[in-house]
Nanobody, 114 residues
Framework: QVQLAESGGGLVQPGGSLRLSCSASGIAFGPAGMGWYLQAPGKQREVVARIFHNGSTKYPDSGKGRLPIYSYNAAKNTVLLQMNNLKPEDTAVYYC???????WGQGTQVTVSS
C-alpha cells in the first residue's frame, strides 16, 4: 500500500521559515513526480509546487512560486518544500501528492501568526 507522510509544519511568526518534508513508501515503481498543495480554511485545495521525475518543476502563475521545491530524490521518493518569508495568508494545511495517482498524504498544518 502506497503511503505519503508529511512533516515539518507548525506555528511560525510572519517572516519566518519552514521546510516541509514528504516521504513515500510502498511504491513499486517510480511515480511521475510529487507535488505540494495547500488548503486554507473554507477554500478549495490548490497547487503550490510540482516536480516531475525528470526534475522539471512547475508552479502556479499566481505567485505561489515563492514557495519552491527545495529538493527531490526520485530514488527515495522524497520531496522538500522550502517556505520563506511566510505570511498569515500562507496559513493552511499542506498536502503531499503523487502525480498521476489518487494518493495524498494526511496533511501538515502550517500556521503563520504573531
Amino acid at each position: 500500500q502506497v503511503q505519503l507522510a508529511e512533516s515539518g509544519g507548525g506555528l511560525v511568526q510572519p517572516g519566518g521559515s519552514l521546510r516541509l518534508s514528504c516521504s513515500a513508501s510502498g511504491i513499486a515503481f517510480g511515480p511521475a513526480g510529487m507535488g505540494w498543495y495547500l488548503q486554507a480554511p473554507g477554500k478549495q485545495r490548490e497547487v503550490v509546487a510540482r516536480i516531475f521525475h525528470n526534475g522539471s518543476t512547475k508552479y502556479p502563475d499566481s505567485g505561489k512560486g515563492r514557495l519552491p521545491i527545495y529538493s527531490y530524490n526520485a530514488a527515495k521518493n522524497t520531496v522538500l518544500l522550502q517556505m520563506n518569508n511566510l505570511k498569515p495568508e500562507d496559513t493552511a494545511v499542506y498536502y503531499c501528492h503523487l502525480i498521476g495517482t489518487l494518493t495524498w498524504g494526511q496533511g501538515t498544518q502550517v500556521t503563520v501568526s504573531s
